[in-house]
């Protein structure tokens, strides 16, 4: 069994799915920062991810333009689309497309809730770091085939955000966020328990032959 982690340089996932046993490589346009550069491939996720090398593909695709979080630079006035960034989030889905439909039996992927605009396919399950014993909240979905849901592993009731949320609002006494993460890397890490919860339910199915 092999399996490619798409569009990931820190191998959270990667090392997850290795300690279960399974040959697991990265792939990213980045050096990986996961320090295991013999499990990492510099290079093109797409033309990887279409080499009929792999049995399981977890992707992280990039979501700047995609993700709703980023509406206020959409929509720069009320009603007007920005046409420079509606094309950039055309062409990131059409990138978040073809991981999708690669040749590849099993299919994860994942990306914060996009804008409607952008027309992506119904996603099949919304988890929360939460959910797998981290204590923040950062909505992320899957588009699964041929994997069942993620069950979580330890579901805690005291969190706060990961991310900033409406910082805008705060000159109008609306309610706001902080956040944890307070730069593009670290918003879009995978969560270890996300990755270990990966790592040994799927890699169960995908034993299995399911």
């Not at 090392?15 to 980045?30: I, V, W």
């Not at 295991?36 to 593909?57: F, M, Q, R, T, V």
């Not at 630079?73 to 094309?87: E, L, S």
């Not at 059409?94 to 040749?103: C, E, I, R, S, V």
Request: net charge positive; proline share 7%.
């Amino acid at each position: 069994m092999k399996i490619l982690i798409a569009c990931e340089e820190s191998q959270t996932v990667c090392k997850a799915f290795r300690k279960q046993g399974f040959e697991t490589y990265s792939c990213d346009l980045q050096e990986c920062s996961g320090g295991y550069p013999e499990w990492h491939i510099l290079g093109d996720a797409i033309e990887e991810s279409y080499s009929g090398k792999y049995d399981l593909l977890i992707a992280h695709p990039p979501c700047t333009y995609m993700s709703k979080a980023g509406a206020r630079w959409m929509y720069p006035t009320a009603g007007n689309v920005d046409k420079d960034r509606f094309h950039k989030a055309l062409e990131a889905k059409d990138f978040f497309m073809k991981l999708y439909n690669a040749p590849v039996k099993y299919i994860a992927v994942e990306n914060p809730v996009p804008l409607k605009l952008v027309g992506l396919p119904a996603y099949t399950q919304a988890i929360q770091p939460y959910e797998f014993g981290h204590p923040f909240s950062k909505k992320t979905l899957l588009w699964l085939k041929n994997l069942p849901l993620l069950k979580p592993t330890n579901i805690l009731s005291d969190y706060k955000p990961f991310l900033p949320s409406n910082t805008g609002g705060k000159k109008r006494g609306q309610s706001f966020s902080r956040g944890v993460a307070h730069d593009a890397k670290t918003a879009s890490k995978t969560f270890q328990g996300i990755a270990e919860a990966m790592a040994k339910q799927w890699g169960n199915v995908i034993k299995k032959g399911e």
